[in-house]
């Protein structure tokens, strides 16, 4: 009995990434590794079916809602630019960048800049449902900041919709 608990207490931080806030299932993961490496390539058209046909801003507690059609321009754009250093691969993000996942019921104090009368529950245009994942894939493990990229397509909120996960929010 004691040789079992010493090694689940050994062997259980090996299975531990240490990364992420919620348990998300291996297709959760796998669709915001997409996103990512979409991004990174620059396989834009990827990145531009990744987003619902609606796709809602967050910016300094206001939100405004869109058809992505109409925003297809700034989007190629933002896919295009994302990388700040031609050094950042797929692989080099996997190896140094963090990915944290949270229940977006939990994440007021992350997505609000840790202000207390800020809430997700006062947007218009953006509805929490349960089952809804904010994923956030910007920071380097070593230097807790994005060196190597903006930001802003590697936050975003997601959620199944007809079988298929997609970007519901994006968190500049």
Do not use: W
């Not at 990364?19 to 915001?32: A, E, G, I, M, S």
């Not at 990512?36 to 390539?41: D, T, Y």
């Not at 006062?122 to 930001?151: M, P, S, V, W």
Request: proline share 2%; charged share 25%.
């Amino acid at each position: 009995m004691m040789r079992n608990v010493i090694l689940t207490i050994l062997i259980t931080p090996m299975f531990s990434f240490g990364q992420d806030t919620l348990n998300v299932t291996k297709d959760q993961r796998t669709f915001c590794l997409n996103v990512v490496k979409s991004v990174i390539e620059h396989n834009c058209d990827e990145y531009y079916k990744s987003i619902n046909d609606s796709i809602v801003f967050f910016h300094k507690m206001r939100d405004t809602i869109m058809p992505k059609s109409a925003l297809k321009p700034q989007l190629v754009e933002l896919c295009n630019s994302i990388v700040k250093n031609d050094s950042l691969n797929y692989q080099y993000y996997l190896q140094n960048f963090k990915m944290q996942f949270y229940k977006v019921n939990e994440i007021t104090k992350i997505i609000s800049r840790k202000k207390k009368d800020r809430n997700l529950s006062t947007l218009n245009y953006y509805q929490i449902k349960e089952g809804d994942i904010f994923f956030k894939g910007a920071n380097h493990k070593t230097r807790n900041r994005a060196d190597f990229i903006l930001d802003d397509a590697f936050k975003f909120i997601f959620r199944k919709i007809n079988g298929e996960y997609k970007i519901l929010l994006l968190v500049p």
